[in-house]
């Protein structure tokens, strides 16, 4: 099993800027990419970033490219996602997801870091 723990979420002003955690334990060998989700309120949840921990090759939504970056520190097994410029409608709970490559599956959950951004 691969244990998912995301932190790092709060309440936060329109653009300003906030930086998620996923720290993976257990047998992180099994996953080869590490995704971070949102889903707000009535809304599907979204796969904003993902990143390969191997050759820390990366994928972005439409929605979030050049105000969102994500980053993987192999050593701490622990994989980052920076959020600058941040919008109203980013106020979802932000999870992050252990997978096999970096489109999923995604077999790993965390439980989930609210974000909350007030106009």
């Known amino acids: 099993q691969v244990q998912l723990v995301e932190s790092g979420g709060g309440l936060v002003q329109a653009g300003g800027s906030l930086r998620l955690s996923c720290a993976a334990s257990?047998?992180?060998?099994?996953?080869?990419?590490i995704g971070w989700f949102r889903q707000a309120p009535g809304k599907e949840r979204e796969r904003v970033a993902a990143i390969l921990w191997s050759t820390h090759s990366t994928y972005y939504a439409d929605s979030v490219k050049g105000r969102f970056t994500i980053s993987g520190d192999n050593a701490k097994n622990t994989v980052y996602l920076q959020m600058n410029s941040l919008k109203p409608e980013g106020t979802a709970v932000y999870y992050c997801?252990?997978?096999?490559?970096?489109?999923?599956?995604?077999?790993?959950w965390g439980q989930g870091t609210q974000v909350t951004v007030s106009s």
């Open positions: 257990g047998r992180t060998f099994s996953t080869s990419s």
């Open positions: 997801a252990g997978g096999f490559r970096i489109e999923g599956p995604w077999g790993y």
